[in-house]
């Protein structure tokens, strides 16, 4: 009986240390030290022993019991121990790695021109205000001073939808929305921003649609030299400070005085950038104003002409043809 406990311990020894995964390991024990193991059918012939012998017989095979308890142990750490270190290895992250570059938009060009300006513009007290793209005659012409017959009507070659209804021709028609809107009341600070449409063919400075940014300020004591100044503080904003500056006379039917406004470019010489005037008293009264009361100026801009200034952009239809080449130039890094 010795010699089996003795065999037995070196199978399940053998077996052991040959073991490559827990889950044999676990089998090992059951078979070798379980209940219906083969150390216990060992023991279980005990009885047939002489009682002499029994105790020997017995302290052999809790020896072999405890050398295998403490064999498994061992391996089992040793292979849980290679389990978490392959698990790491495989698991493992190398931080040298290039990152993936996600690919990010970007703001259009324009957009970045219309931001700005609402930026510079509601910093001087202005609020952003926005009005249809089809439009009614009465707002895009007859408020702003333009009759149906009026030959200044010729300066925008317009969309017409129906007699009455045409797609804007410029952003104008929003001064007299807001004003009509504020029933009376003063102050009015508002910009603008918004599409435009002309009939005109498409080329190097021409679009069928651009986009205009419209200001207004209407209150008590709105004078020429307010006008002068907004703009001027715009300007140097936008062009960067000691940006010159000139008012030219113009006509424009919904103000009176017109003028245009130039800026001294550093390659282009004195260039236009917008209209504006002091806001016609007729204007002022159509929209519910006192013209006796209060008085304001008003503005326009193109929003691709200020774009192609600051950016030295040749060609406004780079805005319109989604040329990825010329978007990406604009990419705030
Ligand atoms: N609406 C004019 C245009 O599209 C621009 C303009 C000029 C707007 C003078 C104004 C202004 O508000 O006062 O050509």
């Known amino acids: ?5 003795e065999m037995l311990k070196q199978e399940a020894v053998a077996a052991i240390s040959e073991a490559t995964r827990l889950e044999e390991l676990r089998d090992i ?7 219906k193991g083969e150390l216990t059918s060992v023991l279980r012939g005990m009885g047939s022993l002489p009682p002499e012998e029994r105790p020997v017989i017995g302290g052999v095979a809790n020896e072999v019991r405890q050398v295998l308890e403490s064999r498994l142990q061992e391996k089992e750490a040793w292979l849980e121990e290679a389990a978490l270190e392959e698990r790491l290895a495989s698991e493992r992250i190398d931080v040298t790695l290039p990152g993936m570059n996600p690919a990010t938009g ?3 060009p324009l957009n970045l021109v219309l931001e700005q ?21 009465r707002y895009n012409f007859e408020a702003l001073n333009l009759p149906k017959d009026h030959p200044a009507r010729d300066m925008q070659d317009s969309f017409y939808i129906t007699p009455e209804i045409l797609l804007r021709t410029h952003t104008s028609p929003v001064q007299v929305r807001v004003m009509e809107s504020r029933e009376g009341t003063v102050p009015i600070r508002i910009i603008c921003p918004g599409k435009v449409y002309r009939r005109d063919d498409d080329d190097a400075t021409h ?4 986009t205009q940014i419209e200001g207004l300020m209407v209150d008590t004591h709105v004078s020429m030299s307010e006008l002068h100044g907004v703009l001027l503080a715009f300007i140097e904003q936008m062009f960067g400070a000691g940006t010159e500056m000139r008012l030219r006379p113009s006509y ?13 470019h550093p390659e282009k010489g004195w260039v236009e950038i917008l209209g504006a005037g002091m806001v016609h008293p007729r204007v002022l009264e159509r929209a519910g104003y006192d013209p006796e009361q209060v008085s ?3 503005f326009g801009m193109g929003a691709e002409r200020i774009a192609m200034l600051k950016y030295g952009i040749d060609d406004i ?3 319109y043809n989604n040329d990825l080449r010329f978007l990406r130039q604009f990419r705030s890094e």
């Open 117 to 137: 300006i609402e930026d510079i513009f509601t910093g001087l007290g202005f609020q952003v205000a926005e009005g249809p793209e089809v439009e009614v005659d």
């Open 29 to 35: 024990r059951v078979r070798y030290l379980g209940k």
């Open 207 to 210: 679009s069928h649609q651009f």
């Open 106 to 108: 970007s703001l259009h």
């Open 252 to 264: 424009f039917p919904f103000t009176e005085p017109s003028v245009e406004v130039d800026i001294f």
């Open 296 to 298: 304001g100026f008003a």
């Open 317 to 319: 239809r780079h805005f």
């Open 1 to 5: 009986m010795r010699e089996r406990l």
